[in-house]
């Protein structure tokens, strides 16, 4: 095990010393989630995204077991190289990675720590793991759920995973006390569709809106995060009977295949993607980009009230 185990990127330290907005984004999209080298280019994209709203980018990930926050664009393209062993971790998995020194790409929950740790509130990603399809069964929870309801962070999002268990993750999170707020939505988004049968309590219609209850939510000192669900971009949506008929069939098949923990969720993604034509990993792109948007312009207003209120609540 090295003695360092994080390293901040010059960029990301300055931007902090500064109190500039930054924006957290993870790593298992570069590894696990999108297909070589579109995952590269998603990647790069997203962090310009970032910048153009007004945040600097802070990516994060594991490169040889140090902790790195703020990737450069060398270390983004070795996570995302297939040839390379990249373990996926959750923040229960990461000392694994740190005291092996192994290379690893971080979960929600892995990243929101990391993200937690270094004063950075604000991460944007593309869905949040939850409760999966046959819990009664499986007992399959993501990490993402327990983290959430203990680590003070907003997490821009399009919801949940689609092939998930949209209400019982939903259940879960008021249970944790996770807030969940729709972005000038009451829906809570299916990942890939902007609606879903499933409503929410509260929402918000601006960043501003949205600073202000982070702000609250760390004046308070109340335990846990805060959930933003920014619904995909009209154009690229799928609509969700579609998308539940799709997944349902799905599942049956892994079921009768005896395909069984974490095969399950590749294998419905794969489906996906041929029962929709490709819709659904262009779909994944855009909303990843629509997500850092507002995660980006959420921080710049954040980053102007915490200046303004510093000197009241010790920020």
């Not at 070795?78 to 996926?88: G, R, W």
């Not at 005896?258 to 294998?267: G, L, Q, R």
Request: with cysteine; charged share 20%; aromatic share 6%.
């Amino acid at each position: 095990m090295k003695d360092i185990i994080y390293k901040v990127s010059e960029e990301v330290e300055r931007a902090l010393l500064d109190e500039k907005p930054v924006v957290a984004l993870e790593s298992t999209v570069i590894s696990h989630g999108l297909p070589y080298p579109g995952n590269i280019q998603t990647a790069l994209k997203m962090e310009e995204v970032v910048r153009k709203e007004g945040s600097i980018p802070a990516t994060i990930g594991v490169l040889n077991g140090v902790v790195t926050v703020g990737l450069s664009q060398k270390e983004i393209e070795y996570l995302a190289d297939t040839n390379h062993t990249i373990l996926k971790v959750g923040v229960g998995e990461l000392d694994y990675a740190i005291g092996m020194e192994y290379s690893a790409a971080t979960t929600v929950s892995a990243t929101s720590w990391i993200a937690n740790f270094f004063k950075i509130p604000i991460f944007a990603t593309g869905g949040i793991g939850g409760v999966h399809r046959g819990v009664e069964k499986t007992w399959d929870v993501s990490q993402d759920m327990h983290s959430l309801g203990r680590i003070p962070m907003m997490v821009v999002c399009a919801g949940a995973k689609s092939i998930l268990d949209l209400p019982k993750t939903l259940e879960l999170l008021e249970s944790y006390g996770v807030l969940t707020l729709g972005y000038q939505t009451d829906c809570f988004p299916a990942f890939y569709s902007r609606e879903s049968p499933m409503k929410l309590a509260h929402t918000v219609q601006t960043p501003l809106d949205a600073a202000y209850v982070l702000m609250s939510r760390l004046k308070t000192g109340i335990p846990g995060g805060i959930v933003l669900c920014n619904p995909i971009p009209k154009e690229e949506a799928v609509p969700y009977e579609e998308l539940e008929s799709i997944i349902n069939e799905a599942v049956i098949e892994a079921d009768r295949n005896h395909i069984e923990k974490k095969a399950v969720t590749p294998f419905l993604l794969s489906r996906l993607s041929q029962k929709t034509g490709g819709r659904s990993l262009k779909a994944n792109k855009a909303l990843l980009f629509h997500n850092a948007s507002l995660a980006s312009k959420v921080a710049v207003e954040f980053g102007a009230l915490r200046r303004r209120s510093k000197k009241t609540i010790g920020f």
